[in-house]
Every structure is written in structure tokens, then in C-alpha cells.
């Protein structure tokens, strides 16, 4: 289908009451995965790289990946930058061919988060390219083994409100009990809190942290205004459990196909489960015969 910014993908979904699933990548295989799954299911797709990804695989080559494999997809397929750190990030994802960019400063005070965000939406809507932004701060710190619960700063709907308005945010990450890697226990979102977000703000809210929460609670947060929703660590565990199972088996011969193409599939299984849980409720979906072998 083609590469496509997070708008074309997220007001339909918010307007419509489903989500589309982002996925985060850093090779080859991850975005096989994750493309492969949304394919198998004619489902849209976002694959996003984070500030670890982008520099742990080089944030050029990860986007000629991602766009290679985008732009031959039966799907339409965004390229995102997740928790961009700071203006020069986001110009960098820009310039790599990202169809939309997060800006994550919400750690900043108010007023310094809206300046600096609303100079990256400047610019990147410039380019064509989608911007989300963040306020209240998500908990659990962006690569944490565990997420301690803890929320450092929930969103205020009134300020949520004030946010939109003032940076022209295409998309808002929201802080409502959600936290980033596993959780310790299942964790409580403030489903009230989002109700009064979602009426005071018009674009699609983003639900970070998306590894854990329980299936019912995600259908009740899609049903209040989520449209996009995050999910790194599951997706990465996925393939990392599976690269220990297979080495385990007797006889294992050290090749890349022995090597590679289980924790491959286990994590196109995950996304496959996860964005028909956030999509469309289709009274029949369009299953391919033959889902595409990744
Ligand atoms: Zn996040």
C-alpha cells in the first residue's frame, strides 16, 4: 500500500473507536515482523524507533529498512520516531524519510515543553510529516527492566487541553497509570481521567507502556479515546525468549535460518494478537489464504 504518516492512520482510528498498534524495531527481522502481521490481518501499522533503537542500528539505515519494507506493503505502514529527546532527533528522523516524530520533553516544565514542542510540529508539519507530544510524564523510564507503578506525573485534562491548543500536536501521549516495560502488577488506568482528556482534546491519545495491560483494559481505553497504542518490551522479550528456547533444542546447528526465523514468527504472532485486539471490530476481517511466510 504505502508509507504513511500517523494522521491518514489515527484520526480514522480515533473516530471510528479502534487504535492502531506501534511496534518498536531495530532490524530487518522486527520489521518483518511487524509489517508481515499487520499484512496477514489488512490491518494498518506503525513501526517506531526509539532514541536506543536509532543509535544502537544507526538511525539512517533503520529508516531505509523500514521504508523499504513499508512501501512494498499490502498495508499502509507509518514510520515513527518514539521518545525523541530533543529538536535535533526529531530534524534527524525528519531528514531519514520518518513520516512522524514524537518530541518527548514532558519532563520539562509546562511552558518550556509547549515552546519546544511546538518548534518541532513547526517544522515537521513543514516537511509533511506528523507530530505527537507528551504531557504528564509516563512512568517506568523508557528501557526499564520493570515498571515500578509509580506515576511521576498523571495528566491533567485541563492542561492536556491547553497543550493541544498552544503546540498544534497531531497526536497526545497521555499519563493515566500506564508505565513502560513489565509491570509488577497489573496495572489500574484511570479511566475517568482519560474520559475528561478525550473531551477536551480533539486529536488521537496515545497509550504508551502498552506491554501488560490486561486485554479489558485496553478494550475500555480504546473505547475512551485511545488510538494508538505502544508496545515495546513484550515485542522485544518475544524475540528474545525465542532465540533461547530454539538453541536449546537437541542437535541445534548454529545457521541463520535455524537461528532466526522461530523468534521471527513468535513476534509476528504477538503483533498479530495485539493489533487484532486494538483494531477494527469488522464483522468479517479480510484474512489473507496464505498469511506472507516471515
Ligand atoms: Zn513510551
Not at 1 to 15: E, F, G, I, T
Not at 106 to 131: I, M, Q, Y
Not at 169 to 178: E, F, K, P, R, T
Request: charge should be negative; proline fraction near 6%; charged fraction near 20%.
Amino acid at each position: 500500500m504505502s508509507l504513511s504518516d500517523m494522521n491518514s492512520l489515527l484520526v480514522a482510528a480515533r473516530s471510528k473507536g479502534y487504535a492502531v498498534g506501534a511496534f518498536t524495531v531495530w532490524d530487518m527481522e522486527s520489521v518483518q515482523a511487524v509489517v508481515g502481521a499487520a499484512e496477514s490481518l489488512n490491518l494498518p501499522v506503525i513501526t517506531q524507533v526509539g532514541p536506543w533503537e536509532a543509535d544502537f542500528a544507526g538511525m539512517e539505515l533503520l529508516a531505509d529498512i523500514a521504508k523499504h519494507v513499508a512501501l512494498r506493503a499490502s498495508v499502509p505502514v507509518a514510520l515513527h520516531l518514539d521518545h525523541g529527546e530533543n529538536f535535533e532527533r526529531a530534524m534527524r528522523a525528519i531528514h531519514c524519510g520518518f513520516t512522524s516524530v514524537m518530541i518527548d520533553v514532558s519532563d520539562l516544565p509546562f511552558r518550556e515543553n509547549v515552546a519546544l514542542t511546538r518548534e518541532v510540529v513547526k517544522c515537521a508539519h513543514a516537511a509533511g510529516v506528523t507530530a505527537e507530544g507528551e504531557i504528564g510524564v509516563v512512568g517506568g523510564g523508557i528501557h526499564s527492566a520493570e515498571s515500578s507503578g509509580e506515576q511521576p506525573a498523571m495528566t491533567e485534562p485541563e492542561e492536556a487541553e491547553r497543550f493541544v491548543k498552544e503546540t498544534g500536536v497531531d497526536a497526545l501521549a497521555v499519563a493515566i497509570g500506564n508505565a513502560h516495560g513489565f509491570y509488577k502488577a497489573a496495572p489500574r488506568l484511570d479511566f475517568r481521567r482519560l474520559t475528561e482528556i478525550a473531551e477536551r482534546v480533539p486529536v488521537p491519545i496515545v497509550l504508551h507502556g502498552g506491554t501488560g495491560i490486561p486485554d479489558e483494559a485496553i478494550r475500555e481505553a480504546i473505547k475512551h479515546g485511545i488510538a494508538k497504542i505502544n508496545i515495546c518490551t513484550q515485542f522485544v522479550a518475544a524475540f528474545g525468549k525465542a532465540f533461547q528456547e530454539v538453541q536449546t533444542e537437541p542437535d541445534f546447528a548454529y545457521n541463520i535460518p535455524n537461528l532466526f526465523t522461530e523468534p521471527r514468527r513468535r513476534a509476528k504472532q504477538l503483533v498479530a494478537e495485539k493489533i487484532g485486539l486494538f483494531g477494527p471490530r469488522l464483522p468479517r476481517r479480510t484474512m489473507r489464504s496464505s498469511p506472507p511466510e516471515v
